[in-house]
């Protein structure tokens, strides 16, 4: 079977995909954050619900960032310089995947036993959450905006062999 060709950002496909599912999850993660802080301090249990909604979206679509993050890092060229930031971001991928999945279940757990209360300790935990998201965040726009992985200038250098 012929390989697909690769566009100038060195992909089969126009853009990258890997940070559009990201950005969903990032914003799914800290809405529902939110509405769990914001629901707590207000007592309005509505607000739970849209948490646990939320995370659960979240929960699944982390697995399809991390799924096409790893396609999306194996066709990029890499050199040296970002072999360690690339493998951090993804073990932290693979990480916050297996967390929020985790975390979901908690919270699935908590809606069932007691929906119009949230525990504290869930609460710190779920900021935990929301550090090691910052965290990741940071890493991937590190691979980006610093080390250019897929963007086109640094993929042509990558061609003409200016990075090693």
């Given at each position: 079977?012929?390989?697909?060709?690769?566009?100038?950002?060195?992909l089969?496909y126009?853009?990258?995909?890997?940070p559009i599912?990201?950005?969903?999850?990032?914003?799914?993660?800290?809405?529902?954050?939110f509405?769990?802080?914001?629901?707590?301090?207000?007592?309005?249990n509505?607000?739970?619900?849209?948490?646990?909604?939320?995370?659960?979206?979240?929960?699944?679509a982390?697995?399809?960032?991390?799924?096409?993050?790893?396609?999306?890092?194996?066709?990029?060229n890499?050199?040296?310089?970002?072999?360690?930031?690339?493998?951090?971001h993804?073990?932290?991928?693979?990480?916050?995947a297996?967390?929020?999945?985790a975390i979901?279940?908690?919270?699935f757990?908590i809606?069932?036993r007691?929906?119009?209360?949230?525990?504290?300790?869930?609460?710190?935990?779920?900021?935990?959450?929301?550090?090691?998201?910052?965290l990741?965040?940071?890493?991937?726009?590190?691979?980006f905006?610093?080390?250019?992985?897929?963007?086109?200038?640094?993929?042509?250098?990558?061609?003409?062999?200016?990075l090693?």
């Amino acid at each position: 079977m012929p390989a697909l060709p690769l566009n100038s950002q060195n992909l089969p496909y126009p853009d990258p995909i890997h940070p559009i599912i990201v950005h969903f999850v990032i914003a799914m993660v800290f809405f529902s954050f939110f509405c769990d802080v914001v629901g707590y301090f207000t007592h309005n249990n509505r607000l739970f619900e849209v948490s646990f909604w939320n995370m659960f979206v979240a929960s699944v679509a982390i697995f399809l960032a991390v799924i096409f993050g790893q396609f999306e890092a194996g066709l990029a060229n890499n050199y040296e310089a970002v072999q360690p930031t690339l493998n951090f971001h993804t073990v932290m991928g693979w990480s916050l995947a297996a967390l929020v999945a985790a975390i979901t279940a908690w919270r699935f757990v908590i809606r069932n036993r007691k929906p119009l209360k949230i525990p504290p300790a869930y609460l710190g935990v779920a900021t935990f959450l929301i550090c090691l998201v910052f965290l990741q965040v940071y890493l991937g726009s590190k691979l980006f905006w610093v080390y250019g992985l897929h963007v086109e200038p640094v993929v042509e250098a990558m061609k003409q062999g200016a990075l090693r």
